[in-house]
């Protein structure tokens, strides 16, 4: 019985250790655009935020966060709250209070160069301290004793004395703090109040003070304000992104048989037609730029192809002339796929080009 559990443990290990060995993570960083994106939003104005919390700034105060995160972000040309109420001020308009979208639309026409607004609605918005205590003990001092003791069997004995130490528990009370903050958001556009997209849900944060000395509640708070800001700018705004993928999966070699069915490979012959290559990236990549190449190994690319990545896609296939790659590299041996983002190399596969 214990063979069979200890074989079934080392062929779950060597199975654990195969998946992992066929498993080849590379990073490929992207710009990863917002679903709507429209290249001409240039002028985007952030509004005060509605407020449903219990903190009667919280609307102000998370549209300004929010505002100096949209504008560090660099998609779009800014109008915080604070310099949208100059220009409203000196342009003699009024915000109507507690406007729609249609009025605050209007009331932007009139300011003219601003595209898009975005506004919301603050849920929750608040801060507060608690208190927990740690109970442990402490080693109090060594002190020499002549004594006696008891033995296992409750036998009174006596010894010549020595030194013990004593402990006693000590109680240490520790104070965080603790934030929570939700928001949601909605872009329009200005010429029409047309939305252009809304937060499929609010964008929330909560942050607990680590142990040691305690933040002030408001600081806590505002750092809590500052990740939902910039939660509420990668949605609606262009943001870099590290995408973490198995390059087995990414670029995948093939050649085509004489009925037309593709057959994955890395190994090419004369008698091939061409070196096919099926690549499949996730929808995060969409609008991003890439090159797809073929060289001998450790050397300068032979042959490459530039495209754009549509998140529609799930593959999109390249093909490269095995006769024409073969001569310009100089025959058989070992050549790799590889994969670029702007001017780096993102990835890369072994092929072979035989006899």
Not at 5 to 16: D, E, N, T, Y
Request: aromatic share 10%; net charge neutral.
């Amino acid at each position: 019985m214990s063979n069979k559990f200890g074989l079934a443990r080392v062929s779950g290990l060597l199975l654990l250790v195969a998946a992992m060995a066929g498993c080849d993570d590379s990073e490929l960083l992207v710009q990863r655009y917002p679903v709507f994106y429209d290249a001409a939003i240039k002028t985007v104005a952030v509004l005060p935020l509605e407020n449903h919390s219990l903190h009667p700034m919280a609307g102000t105060f998370l549209a300004d966060r929010l505002g100096d995160s949209l504008r560090a972000n660099g998609t779009y040309k800014v109008i915080t709250p604070k310099e949208l109420a100059g220009r409203l001020s000196t342009a003699g308009v009024t915000m109507p209070t507690k406007a729609d979208p249609e009025q605050m639309a209007d009331t932007l026409q009139k300011l003219e160069g601003i595209d898009a607004f975005l506004t919301g609605t603050v849920s929750r918005f608040g801060a507060g301290q608690g208190t927990y205590t740690e109970v442990y003990d402490d080693p109090w001092v060594d002190r020499g004793y002549y004594g006696g003791y008891y033995d296992r069997h409750h036998r009174r004995g006596y010894h010549g004395g020595g030194w013990r130490r004593e402990y006693y528990p000590v109680y240490r009370r520790y104070t965080y703090s603790q934030a929570h903050v939700s928001a949601s958001a909605r872009m329009y556009r200005v010429s029409d109040a047309e939305l252009i997209y809304a937060s499929p849900a609010p964008i929330a944060a909560r942050l607990t003070s680590t142990e040691g000395i305690s933040p002030m509640v408001d600081e806590i708070l505002a750092e809590t304000a500052d990740i939902v800001a910039r939660g509420i700018v990668a949605t609606f705004a262009i943001v870099p992104r590290m995408l973490k993928l198995d390059k087995n999966d990414v670029l995948r070699p093939a050649i085509r048989t004489s009925d037309g069915r593709v057959k994955h490979t890395t190994n090419f012959k004369p008698g091939n037609d061409g070196i096919y290559i099926e690549v499949s990236l996730p929808p995060a990549a969409d609008r991003n730029d890439f090159r797809l190449a073929v060289a001998r190994k450790k050397q300068s690319p032979i042959a490459e192809q530039a495209f754009t990545w549509d998140r529609t896609e799930s593959t999109r296939e390249f093909f490269f002339a095995l006769p024409s790659v073969a001569e310009a590299g100089g025959g058989k041996g070992d050549y790799e796929v590889r994969l670029y983002s702007d001017d780096t190399m993102a990835m890369e596969r072994g092929i072979k080009i035989k006899d």
